[in-house]
Antibody, heavy 118, light 107 residues
Framework: EVQLVESGGGLVQPGGSLRLSCAAS????????MSWVRQAPGKGLEWVSV???????YYADSVKGRFTISRDNSKNTLYLQMNSLRAEDTAVYYC????????????WGQGTLVTVSS | DIQMTQSPSSLSASVGDRVTITCQAS??????LNWYQQKPGKAPKLLIY???NLETGVPSRFSGSGSGTDFTFTISSLQPEDIATYYC?????????FGQGTKVEIK
């Protein structure tokens, strides 16, 4: 059974850092495209980043230069390192499997809440 | 970036009604469009991919159509468990972009 479990969210001050984790089971992270999608409180969905199976990475302009997506193949885990956090980064962050690598998100984690506030 | 415009932003319908949501892309995206359902406090769930293909295990009352810039999502007979917010999403280009969502309620 495919499962994605996020962790690492919490309260952080503006300018601070946080690393989110997404532990996968039932499939191999490194063989798939994996994305992060976020949702600010009461708002819609916003794509954040993707890592391709070959290792290429892409980011939304709103997080470029501040966030880094990566994976640990030995742990079958996806990460999102978030630096220089801003109030507008406050959101539930979901990891999602990109089936076929074409942008169809067929499995999602339960989400982890990041709150940026002083 | 490709802008996705959904309408309406919310709707109220009776059990058994036919419900239709539209999604318009700011440029031609062929059939590279998905529809997701999100219930409160839960992650989105894929319902429709490639504009019209029903994801495995999704009830057949859900359907999608369209290509190019104009797309439609339909619930043929609204059920109480369909109360949720529905999002379209394009995957023609990066960044992937979503519509603003349509909240469906029971009248």
């Amino acid at each position: 059974e495919v499962q994605l479990v996020e962790s690492g969210g919490g309260l952080v001050q503006p300018g601070g850092s946080l690393r989110l984790s997404c532990a996968a089971s039932g499939f191999t992270v490194s063989s798939n495209y994996m994305s992060w999608v976020r949702q600010a409180p009461g708002k819609g969905l916003e794509w954040v980043s993707v890592i391709y199976s070959g290792g290429s990475t892409y980011y939304a302009d709103s997080v470029k230069g501040r966030f880094t997506i990566s994976r640990d193949n030995s742990k079958n885990t996806l990460y999102l390192q978030m630096n220089s956090l801003r109030a507008e980064d406050t959101a539930v962050y979901y990891c999602a499997r990109d089936r076929g690598g074409d942008g169809v998100y067929d499995y999602w984690g339960q989400g982890t809440l990041v709150t940026v506030s002083s | 970036d490709i802008q996705m415009t959904q309408s309406p932003s919310s709707l109220s319908a009776s059990v058994g009604d036919r419900v239709t949501i539209t999604c318009q892309a700011s440029q031609d995206i062929s059939n590279y469009l998905n529809w997701y359902q999100q219930k409160p406090g839960k992650a989105p769930k894929l319902l429709i991919y490639d504009a019209s293909n029903l994801e495995t295990g999704v009830p057949s009352r859900f359907s999608g159509s369209g290509s190019g810039t104009d797309f439609t999502f339909t619930i043929s007979s609204l059920q109480p468990e369909d109360i949720a917010t529905y999002y379209c999403q394009q995957y023609d280009n990066l960044p992937r972009t979503f519509g603003q969502g349509t909240k469906v309620e029971i009248k």
